[in-house]
């Protein structure tokens, strides 16, 4: 794969007329809606018409469907770049023909951030339901935060938001190492593990990452860690002693706050917390799984960090309702459920798992699962196969290449083989449209069916109701 364009601060260039090259992307509308809301002149190209790109029509940006030099308005200011985006992408091409200067959207996240008390999520796993968790209970209680998500939280376009508040919260992605831009008050580490292969050679690496990210947080502020997790713990004690303070939470008794109960009940948690002064809160949190249980705690210390007071903002988290892709109901029909997931690492192929589990009492679990990326499949697969052994039955389909090119040898049949080891009942689909009749002859009324991955697999929840409608 060609590596994305060197990209210019986008301080230095105007967001006055931004063009955005994969504007219907997850964090690529985010910051265009931002831009539009704040009265720029924003176009774009994308792939595809979308119901993000109409999104962004409506608010008056121009969108193009495909790549072209002439989708390059002659009054944009800058081209605004993801590090999906290739060198010889037509829009680049002219851009670069033209002068213009070009700005990877870390960049241009930073600058909208400037000025406001930023407040970023990162982390291996959890960072767009934190972030969306932090969000909507900030929004509850009035405040009005600006916000940057890396998914929509219930439909199209509610990825971002343009606030009067001076609270700006963002996911910070560290799979390129553009969250080492940001500025924050304060920042969350949920977990740090080895994940994107194509720009990550070892867990130093990714440590190093993760502590300059650190080093950017303003002296005085704070940095809240998952103590729970053993790279999070690590990066704790590797930061430990600089300009900000550190705040711990997890179930273990050195957490600064600590988790004293988590209460499943069915698609929600009742979470019990101990803070540092000694008060405990119970609030609930309407996803299932422990994993999303540490997350909204992580949150409520982070937004006292802030200085929103954990009595307040601790109910506050019960409004949140969840996130486009993360276990998130599409519907039921002739008594089954069907629910999508975009977990497609190995430990968040796992959580949501054991979080289904729980939630489907006597019913089985039956998985659609599409490997992402063959970097990733190539260095995890045996894992993933692992992880889905905690599915009653797991149909697996191709691997959803994404923005890379394939790689030899590396097919979802290393999934399929490690699952099948673990006695897994398993078989590979070569097709997304042979899919909902395979789910209809498996899944019985009672039974939860995922659909799990970061790709396509998504669209196939509506097409498996439909099918099983016609059996009810």
């Known amino acids: 794969m060609t590596a994305a364009p060197a990209a210019t601060s986008a301080t230095s260039a105007p967001l006055s007329a931004p063009h955005f090259i994969g504007i219907g992307g997850a964090g690529m509308s985010g910051l265009a809606k931002i831009l539009a809301l704040r009265g720029a002149q924003v176009s774009g190209s994308d792939a595809k018409e979308s119901t993000v790109v109409l999104a962004l029509r409506q608010l008056g940006a121009d969108v193009h469907v495909g790549h072209a030099a002439e989708h390059v308005p002659a009054e944009a200011s800058c081209i605004v770049v993801s590090s999906a985006i290739r060198e010889d992408n037509p829009e680049i091409v002219e851009a670069r023909r033209r002068g213009l200067p070009i700005i990877h959207r870390s960049d241009a996240l930073a600058a909208l951030m400037a000025g406001r008390r930023a407040l970023a999520v990162a982390g291996t796993h959890g960072k767009t339901t934190t972030t969306s968790m932090l969000a909507v209970s900030l929004t509850a209680l009035g405040v009005d935060p600006s916000f940057a998500i890396g998914g929509d939280l219930n439909e199209p376009g509610s990825n971002a938001h343009h606030g009067t508040g001076e609270i700006f919260v963002a996911e910070a992605d560290e799979s390129d190492r553009s969250f080492q831009k940001y500025t924050p008050e304060v920042a969350i580490v ?262 799990m991955g970061a790709g396509d697999v998504t669209f196939l929840g509506p097409e498996i109701l439909s099918r099983l409608d016609t059996l009810g």
């Not at 600089?242 to 499943?264: M, N, S, W, Y």
């Open 190 to 451: 949920l977990n740090v593990e080895l994940d994107h292969h194509a720009n990550y050679a070892s867990m130093d690496e990714i440590y190093e990452s993760f502590e300059a990210f650190c080093d950017r947080i303003t002296p005085g502020g704070a940095l809240v860690v998952d103590i729970d997790h053993a790279g999070a713990a690590e990066l704790a004690s590797r930061v430990a002693g600089r300009q900000f303070e550190i705040v711990t939470v997890g179930e273990g008794e050195r957490a600064d706050v600590r988790i004293l109960k988590i209460v499943p009940r069915g698609m929600t948690s009742d979470v019990t917390v101990a803070l540092p002064e000694g008060e405990e809160l119970t609030f609930t949190v309407n996803v299932p799984g422990r994993h999303y249980a540490h997350n909204a705690v992580a949150a409520l210390a982070a937004g006292v960090k802030l200085g929103i007071p954990a009595a307040e903002l601790a109910p506050a988290l019960s409004s949140y309702q969840g996130v486009r892709r993360r276990l998130q109901l599409k519907g039921e029909s002739a008594g089954v459920q069907v629910i999508d997931s975009y977990a497609h690492h190995p430990t968040e192929i796992a959580a949501d798992l054991q979080a289904i589990r729980e939630a489907a009492g006597e019913g089985r679990v039956v998985v659609v699962f599409q490997p992402h990326l063959f970097s990733r499949t190539r260095e995890l697969g045996l894992e993933m196969g692992e992880a889905l052994a905690l599915a009653d039955q797991v149909l697996v389909l191709d691997i959803y290449p994404a923005r890379e090119d394939p790689i030899p040898g590396v097919t979802s049949e290393i999934v399929i083989e490690s699952a099948r080891a673990k006695g897994t009942d398993v078989q590979g689909v070569h097709s997304l449209a042979a899919v909902p009749e395979l789910v209809a002859g498996i899944a019985k009324p009672g039974d939860l069916v995922l659909t």
